[in-house]
């Protein structure tokens, strides 16, 4: 069994930041016992690893859309790696996998539901995280897929300072609309303008 021999390395958070975390709010742990696996579970030695902008919200005292951290608690992240041992029908070792359940951890224990193969082959690992990050697969999926944008249209982008905002305005230009920023105030406006957008309403006045 892999797993007994092995040991974790891994990043928890050591105190709530109360502004921009730094350094002093992480712990980093360098012998951390790992778990045996149990029946459709993998072990996955991560390669990549993601850093999001709802990760810190995670990080916060106050009550949010989804359960945060708490100090001690494992940093989350989605994640892309090699299977080094399976208990899975699905997956086999030497395969690489993606998934949003990694964690900020050398190793991750895995369900088969909800990860992902990956084809190496396809295109480098790591592109499976998206190169556009999180917040710019929902900007590309809901300017392209839902909103079904064309060429020469305009489009009109609510929060677009915000971190799908300002990669779905910079899509829509790199794919031939007019783009309409709506923000608070007139900085978040100008920063708009300097990464592309064609105008801004605030939405204030």
Known sequence: VV???LKNRRWVLAD????????THFQFEASVPLPVLEEDQILVQAHFLSVDPYMRGRISPEAGYTAGVKPGGLLPAGGVGEVIESRSKLFSE?????????GWQEYSVLSAGGTQKVDPVLAPIQSSLSYLGMPGMTAYFGLFDVGAAKPGETVLISAASGAVGQVAG???KAHGCRAVAVASNEAKLDWCREIGYDMGINYRE
């Open 3 to 5: 797993s007994k021999n």
């Open 16 to 23: 709530y930041p109360e502004a921009m975390p730094d350094e």
């Open 94 to 102: 030497g395969e690489f996998v993606e998934s949003m359940n990694f």
């Open 170 to 172: 910079q899509l829509a």
